[in-house]
T-cell receptor
C-alpha cells in the first residue's frame, strides 16, 4: 500500500518569500509523483510530475520539486511567492502496477501575505 | 478544446432525493474517476472505470452508483442512502499508460438540506 503525507495543512508566506510545501510518501515500488494545484471552487491542475530520469523537475508558474529517494520526499518549492500562488496544493503518488490510480495527500493551503 | 466538463457547477437537493452528477470528456481517455472532497480531507475515491461497461468501487462507494455506457460519459448518482452527501465532487480521466497523470473537471458542489 502507498500513502502520502503533507506536513502542514496551512502554510503562510509573505509575497516574495520562498515557498516550501512538504510531501513525503511511502511506496514499496518506484513511485510516480505529482503535485496538483487547486484554486477555490475549481478542479485540480497538474503543476509538475516525476516519473523517471532527472530528479529535479520543473513545472508551471515557476514551481519545482525534487525527488529524494533516500528521504522518500518530493517537496515543492518556488523561490518567490506571488499573491496568485494562494491556493491548495496536493501531492499524489502512483506506481507502475497501480493502473493509473492516484493516492493523494491531505493537501496544503498556501496563503500569501502582501 | 478538449477537456472534462461537469454539470451543474452548483446543485441543491432535499434530503431523501437521489441526484445525478454529470461528467463528460472529449479527450478520448479510457479511464474515468469520481472523487469526493471535504474540507481538510483531501480527495477520496468513490468509483472508477477503466473501460466502457466496467467500473469498480473506490474507498467510499457506499451510497453512490455509477454507469459507463459510453467512453465519454461517467455519471455519478448520489442516492438517498448516502448519509452525508454535501461535498465537492470531482471527476477525472486519464489515458491507459499515463503513469497516473489524471485530468480533472471543474467540479460540482452538492448541497443537501
Amino acid at each position: 500500500a502507498q500513502s502520502v503525507t503533507q506536513l502542514g495543512s496551512h502554510v503562510s508566506v509573505s509575497e516574495g518569500a520562498l515557498v516550501l510545501l512538504r510531501c513525503n510518501y511511502s511506496s514499496s515500488v518506484p513511485p510516480y509523483l505529482f503535485w496538483y494545484v487547486q484554486y477555490p471552487n475549481q478542479g485540480l491542475q497538474l503543476l509538475l510530475k516525476y516519473t523517471t530520469g532527472a530528479t529535479l523537475v520543473k513545472g508551471i508558474n515557476g514551481f519545482e520539486a525534487e525527488f529524494k529517494k533516500s528521504e522518500t520526499s518530493f517537496h515543492l518549492t518556488k523561490p518567490s511567492a506571488h499573491m496568485s500562488d494562494a491556493a491548495e496544493y496536493f501531492c499524489a503518488v502512483s506506481h507502475n502496477n497501480a493502473g493509473n490510480m492516484l493516492t493523494f495527500g491531505g493537501g496544503t493551503r498556501l496563503m500569501v501575505k502582501p | 478544446d478538449g477537456g472534462i466538463t461537469q454539470s451543474p457547477k452548483y446543485l441543491f437537493r432535499k434530503e431523501g432525493q437521489n441526484v445525478t452528477l454529470s461528467c463528460e470528456q472529449n479527450l478520448n481517455h479510457d479511464a474515468m474517476y469520481w472523487y469526493r472532497q471535504d474540507p481538510g480531507q483531501g480527495l477520496r475515491l468513490i468509483y472508477y472505470s477503466q473501460i466502457v461497461n466496467d467500473f469498480q468501487k473506490g474507498d467510499i462507494a457506499e451510497g453512490y452508483s455509477v454507469s459507463r455506457e459510453k467512453k465519454e460519459s461517467f455519471p455519478l448518482t448520489v442516492t438517498s442512502a448516502q448519509k452525508n452527501p454535501t461535498a465537492f465532487y470531482l471527476c477525472a480521466s486519464t489515458l491507459t499508460g499515463a503513469l497516473g497523470e489524471q485530468y480533472f473537471g471543474p467540479g460540482t458542489r452538492l448541497t443537501v438540506t
